[in-house]
């Protein structure tokens, strides 16, 4: 089956589970989305473009912006990073308090919430105006200047953020944070509130198919070596503490978000994201994991 064959069977094939997965609701503002949305969207390294269902509708990508700003800590911090913030999966939630004091304020690896509250502390330090930065950082990746963040969503995770305030507290009394609890707080609570589209995340994270150079750009954001530790990080990390199920399902580097999105990477091949906003329990989308074994299934492609 070709990938245009593939993406138009899966509304059909993930029908059933609608109904059957739980909008994330201790976000407010992620509560009121509707729960059918789905789309999908695959960009190759030649140049095509395939999409099906609401792929060009923007949505919070939540921990998927975690790629962004790692990729941005890697290129300020380099190996210096990795003193800071661990690169082990973390089998538990990826907002446990008790994990993080049992490792005495390092978190496991920069893709749950802690590590990811380390890498905007990182951000700060280095960046006269983050927030910019970051939004700088993805209209370049995606060719679109009118990319930004979703307000709403980031004064709901603000208003609601007692949890991460907690991490941001103890990573500080464990001096893991070096600038203001609340400065490094609204930059986090901003990147989770980016609002890319499936097309527009599928594009941002071609690159990492690609040993970290753009095709659409034509110029390389990442080195390779970068680009095999991100994907690594993906692979083990990036699905919370389902990391070892969905690799043994789909077998893909994948980062996913509690806003219903998932981005993979096959590299040498393409970039795909998935947007379906009911979870599963380990806060994943529900059909978009299917969505992303269904395709690797058919293809028989994945890097495994």
């Known amino acids: 089956m070709s990938f245009e064959q593939i993406l138009q069977a899966l509304p059909d094939y993930v029908s059933d589970l609608h109904g059957k997965g739980k909008v994330a609701s201790y976000i407010p503002a992620l509560a009121r989305v509707p729960a059918q949305k789905f789309g999908v969207s695959l960009h190759t390294l030649d140049g095509r473009v395939h999409c099906v269902g609401d792929s060009e509708e923007r949505f919070s990508i939540q921990s998927i912006s975690k790629v962004f700003t790692l990729s941005l800590a890697m290129n300020m911090l380099g190996e210096e990073l990795w003193r800071r913030v661990g690169r082990e999966p973390s089998g538990n939630r990826f907002n446990s308090l008790v994990q993080l004091e049992y490792e005495q304020g390092i978190p496991r690896n920069p893709f749950i919430n802690a590590g990811a509250i380390v890498l905007c502390d990182i951000l700060l330090s280095h960046l006269h105006d983050p927030k910019q930065a970051l939004l700088d950082y993805l209209r370049v990746l995606t060719g679109n200047p009118e990319i930004g963040f979703d307000e709403e969503v980031a004064r709901s995770e603000h208003e609601t953020g007692f949890i991460n305030r907690s991490l941001a507290n103890f990573l500080k009394g464990n001096a893991n944070l070096h600038n203001e609890v609340e400065a490094v707080l609204d930059l986090y609570f901003h990147q989770c509130a980016l609002a890319l589209s499936c097309s527009e995340l599928a594009r941002a994270t071609l690159h990492l198919a690609n040993g970290g150079h753009s095709p659409s750009l034509n110029e390389s954001l990442l080195t390779a070596s970068q680009v095999k530790r991100i994907n690594a990080l993906m692979l ?7 990391v070892g199920e969905f690799a043994y399902r789909v077998g893909l580097p994948a980062k996913s978000g509690v806003g219903g999105g998932i981005v993979a ?29 269904y395709l690797t299934l058919m293809t028989g492609r994945s890097v495994f």
């Open 265 to 293: 990477v096959l590299p040498g091949e393409y970039a795909v994201a998935v947007w379906s906003p009911e979870l599963d329990p380990s806060g994943n989308s529900l059909a978009g994991g299917a969505a992303l074994e």
């Open 236 to 242: 083990t990390c990036g699905l919370y503490d389902a």
